[in-house]
């Protein structure tokens, strides 16, 4: 079994302040509006324990049986600045990946800079899924800041 190690980057600029931005992520009800499937899914379980230590999961059934479950940890939050989480994703009860994701929120003047970093460890997929990982993960950003700015998200493509 080959590894595949990637990192990439999302940078976005808000028209929110950085206690918006942060307040997104801190609940399981804001991030639910912004943090979902891109299609129909059955929720199996959907928790939120945001602090160090704390734990958030995601776990559905899309509509083609493929079950996927998202598992995080906090490692590090300091309000309005930033979030660390490490993730593994599974699907079909095989772990697809473990990753080290760093949100920054930084400050500028009446908006918000957004750094969106996450280091990963891909075991099947290679670089197509990387890839895959990087356009889901900039939809679910680019929704975010669609909220965040009163604004209708995408549909995923």
């Known amino acids: 079994m080959t590894v595949t190690n990637a990192t990439f980057v999302i940078e976005r600029q808000l028209s929110?302040?950085?206690s918006q931005v942060f307040a997104a992520y801190k609940s399981l009800e804001a991030k639910t509006a912004w943090f979902k499937?891109?299609?129909?899914?059955?929720?199996?379980?959907?928790?939120?324990?945001?602090?160090v230590g704390g734990k958030e999961?995601?776990?559905?059934?899309?509509?083609?049986?493929?079950?996927?479950?998202?598992?995080?940890t906090y490692h590090d939050i300091v309000e309005n600045?930033?979030?660390v989480l490490v993730y593994?994703?599974?699907?079909?009860?095989?772990?697809l990946s473990v990753s080290l994701q760093t949100i920054e929120i930084r400050a500028r003047g009446s908006e918000t800079m957004l750094i969106h970093t996450e280091q990963g460890s891909y075991f099947s997929g290679g670089m197509e899924a990387v890839q895959g990982r990087e356009h889901g993960t900039t939809w679910h950003v680019d929704n975010l800041v669609a909220i965040?700015?009163?604004?209708?998200?995408?549909?995923f493509a």
């Open 16 to 18: 929110a302040a950085p």
């Open 37 to 51: 499937t891109p299609s129909d899914a059955e929720i199996l379980a959907r928790d939120l324990d945001f602090r």
């Open 57 to 72: 999961r995601f776990h559905a059934r899309w509509p083609s049986g493929l079950v996927t479950d998202f598992q995080a």
């Open 81 to 83: 600045e930033r979030i």
């Open 88 to 95: 593994d994703l599974l699907h079909g009860g095989e772990k």
């Open 148 to 155: 965040l700015e009163g604004r209708e998200t995408r549909a």
